[in-house]
């Protein structure tokens, strides 16, 4: 059961600064604590959907740097076998509204772009080997009520 916030997915908002300069994108409450690893992700097109997969124990923070992503997320009844119709949380994320997701443990996550040339940098809590011991996977098609077209 989920009862404190920190289980929650939730987005952290930054802000962003422009001058004759150039823009700065920046996010002074995101706190690094317990990252230990990043990568990126940069779809080759707007159909492709990577979903799903899931951990119990790792924290991920998915921080669009190009483009924009529509995250589909479930907090599942069981991890063997959650149930198809499962509710799932639907997040867009943008690059131009400087938004970091906090994806807590315990999540199922999918995603896919919006936008052509869209790109992901994922922060993750777990280290590689970590994660693959925690690791759980289900076909794009398993859960019904996802929607991936907006």
């Known amino acids: 059961m989920r009862n404190s916030s920190e289980m929650q997915p939730t987005l952290i908002?930054?802000?962003?600064?422009?001058?004759n300069r150039g823009e700065i994108r920046y996010f002074n409450s995101f706190k690094f604590e317990n990252v230990v690893r990043m990568y990126q992700i940069e779809p080759m097109d707007t159909e492709i959907i990577r979903a799903w997969q899931g951990h119990k124990q790792e924290r991920k923070y998915f921080f669009p740097i190009v483009g924009r992503f529509l995250v589909n997320l479930i907090f599942p009844d069981q991890w063997i076998e959650p149930s198809r119709c499962s509710k799932?949380?639907?997040?867009?994320?943008?690059?131009?509204?400087s938004q970091i997701l906090d994806i807590p443990p315990g999540y199922i996550n999918g995603f896919r772009a919006l936008e052509l040339n869209s790109s992901l940098i994922v922060f993750s809590s777990s280290t590689v080997t970590e994660s693959t011991k925690d690791d759980y996977r289900w076909p794009v098609d398993y859960f019904s009520e996802a929607i991936w077209h907006q």
């Open 13 to 19: 908002m930054g802000e962003t600064h422009r001058d």
């Open 88 to 97: 799932v949380e639907s997040f867009q994320i943008n690059s131009k509204k």
